[in-house]
């Protein structure tokens, strides 16, 4: 009895309210040098209480129980040493969807979005294909996928997708995501080098579309890259060798044999790899001559859309 009475007080003493958490995390976070302090203060308390960031703003005064208020503070002191704040909540959003992410696979990005889209487009220039069998390197998260074939899903399209990583724990972290996200039945993944899983050709038939944004950080562009990136994200995401181009020379040499006639190879590049990549493409006669390119909403190139030639 005497304890519980000794107990309660302390308990009523440690209770804040929403808004007062939101005002010691922002100050926490600017205090640290993070400078969209009062957005990543909201966000954090928006997962930690599974509740939608509207709910953070309206309900000020709504007590946060001790436990969570434990764990917002350790969120805030891994955020103010350096940890992406994707990887402090386990999730980022991806054209509307919630991907679980983990520090094994690379965040997300917004480049990646706009590759998603042109393959999207390219899909829905044939509305009287309706089966597309696709093929994704270096799947990470799943989100390129996974987000084809949820788009897909009730438009009378069946996608067919096999996607490909290195890494194990991406293979495990993608095939949750496309679970979770109700896509397990039309992706299949492999643990694999590029297209080493596919070499039985019968097996797997041919794609029409191979897409794939691959590691393409050069050494030079690595070491100048922000700590909050080179320290937390995985390497084997990023780095694409000496001039990070490795991965488009292979990808680009290998991709014609695993095409149909006709099929497209998305990728994504680095802003300042159009030429290069664009000449590994010409200088390979499989692919018809005319490339697409396509740019950020900074006006920097993104992304490349080749085609393989109808007869070769
Ligand atoms: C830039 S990340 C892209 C991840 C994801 N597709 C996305 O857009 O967020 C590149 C991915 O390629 C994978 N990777 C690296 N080397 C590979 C290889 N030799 N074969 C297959 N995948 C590889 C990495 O593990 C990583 O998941």
């Known amino acids: 009895m005497s304890a519980l009475l000794l107990k309660k007080p302390g308990k009523q003493m440690n209770a804040k309210c929403i808004g007062e958490l939101l005002i010691k995390g922002e100050l926490f976070l600017k205090g640290n040098g993070i400078i969209d302090a009062e957005q990543e203060a909201v966000l ?3 997962y930690l209480l599974s509740r939608e960031r509207s709910y953070i703003y309206i309900n000020r005064n709504m007590p946060v129980p001790s436990i969570k208020i434990e764990k917002f503070n ?69 989100v390129i996928p996974i987000t084809i074939c949820h788009y897909f899903k009730d438009k009378n399209k069946n996608i067919d997708f096999h996607a490909v990583d290195i890494s194990s724990e ?3 972290l993608a095939s949750r995501n496309a679970r979770r996200l109700h896509c397990q039945n039309n992706i299949h993944f492999f643990q694999g080098n590029l297209f080493q899983p596919f070499r039985r ?5 041919y794609f029409d579309g191979i ?18 990136i080179r320290l937390f994200e995985p390497a084997l995401a990023l780095l694409g060798g000496e001039k990070g181009i490795d991965f488009y020379k292979i990808i680009i ?3 014609p044999e695993f095409l149909k006639p006709g099929g497209f190879l998305a990728l ?45």
Not at 80 to 103: C, D, H, R, W
Not at 109 to 116: D, F, G, I, N, Q
Not at 211 to 228: G, Q, V
Not at 273 to 286: A, E, F, M, P, S
């Open 201 to 205: 050709k019968e097996q797997f038939g």
């Open 44 to 46: 954090l308390l928006s």
């Open 74 to 142: 350790q969120w805030l002191k891994m955020r103010s040493g350096g940890t992406p704040l994707q990887y402090i909540t386990g999730f980022q959003n991806f054209m509307g969807l919630e991907f679980a992410v983990t520090k094994k696979v690379l965040i997300p990005r917004p480049e990646t979005e706009l590759l998603v889209e042109k393959v999207i487009q390219l899909i829905e220039m044939f509305p009287e294909r309706k089966q597309i069998c696709l093929l994704d390197i270096g799947v990470g998260s799943g």
């Open 211 to 228: 897409i794939s944004n691959p590691p393409y950080i050069s050494k030079n562009e690595w070491d100048n890259l922000p700590d909050e």
């Open 170 to 172: 991406a293979i495990g």
């Open 268 to 312: 994504e590049i680095g802003h300042q790899q159009k030429n290069i990549v664009c000449r590994l493409i010409n200088d390979n006669t499989n692919f018809q001559e005319e490339i697409k390119t396509f740019r950020d909403y900074y006006q920097n190139d993104r992304g490349i859309i080749a085609f393989k030639r109808a007869s070769c």
């Open 253 to 255: 040499k290998e991709a």
